[in-house]
């Protein structure tokens, strides 16, 4: 069975400054990584994926992730935050012998101006 | 750009009653699943829909719970009974054969009273 973990429940930053939002991920097959960002009253969106290859995956909005196996992360990070990065963001966990996508937690990224 | 229509966006309803939560997937995606975040709380899987049948549900997912695609278009989940602990955002996401990655639709926003 797959799992995820994401470590901190809220991320306080000021803008512009650089961000990292940990997430840990447990699995005994290969699995699929993704992050997904919900903002205030809407749906859930697709931030970006890890499938395989490079390690360093980038996304919409400035953020990238990389995926670390020996460590079983996939940290989300920007390296300079805007007011409109405050939402909920979920890591995402799927195995590639099974359908279902697992979420973690999440954590709310507040940006202080 | 396509995206997976819920409706409809927020209903009440009163203990007891059944509630029909509607998606229209993106057209030519063939794997289908529902997911509810009671607020504040973790995004969890319901069930995944292949080939008109249930692949995989979760231990949330019991008798009260249904889904079907009546028509060939709208994905349904369907709540016999309501209790007030099935308040909660659902959302239905959507993925094309052979991709990963699963597209969210906006939520439906149920609140039993």
């Known amino acids: 069975a797959q799992s995820v973990t994401q470590l901190d429940s809220q991320v306080p930053v000021f803008e512009e400054a650089p961000v990292e939002l940990r997430c840990n991920y447990s699995?005994?097959?290969?699995?699929?990584l993704f992050w997904y960002v919900q903002y205030p009253n809407q749906g859930l969106q697709l931030l970006l994926k890890?499938?395989?290859?490079?390690?360093l995956v980038k996304g919409i909005n400035g953020f990238e992730a990389e995926f670390n196996k020996s460590q079983t992360s996939f940290h989300l990070r920007k390296p300079s935050v805007h007011i409109s990065d405050t939402a909920e963001y979920f890591c995402?966990?799927?195995?590639?012998?099974?359908?279902?996508?697992?979420f973690g937690s999440g954590t709310r990224l507040s940006i202080r101006p | 750009e396509p995206e997976v229509t819920q409706t409809p966006s927020h209903q009440v309803t009163q203990m007891g009653q059944e509630v029909i939560l509607r998606c229209v997937p993106i057209?030519?995606?063939?794997?289908f699943y529902w997911y509810r975040q009671i607020l504040g709380q973790k995004v969890e899987f319901l069930v995944s829909?292949?080939?008109?049948?249930?692949?995989?549900k979760s231990e949330i997912f019991d008798d009260q719970f249904s889904v079907e695609r009546p028509d060939g278009s709208n994905f349904t989940l369907k709540i016999r009974s309501t209790k007030l602990e099935d308040s909660a955002m659902y959302f239905c996401?959507?993925?094309?054969?052979?991709?990963?990655?699963?597209?969210f639709g906006q939520g439906t926003r149920l609140t039993v009273v």
């Open positions: 996401a959507t993925r094309e054969r052979g991709h990963t990655e699963a597209f």
């Open positions: 890890y499938l395989s290859g490079s390690t």
């Open positions: 699995s005994s097959v290969s699995v699929y």
């Open positions: 057209s030519n995606h063939l794997y």
């Open positions: 995402a966990v799927r195995s590639s012998s099974a359908s279902k996508i697992i």
């Open positions: 829909f292949y080939n008109n049948e249930i692949s995989e």
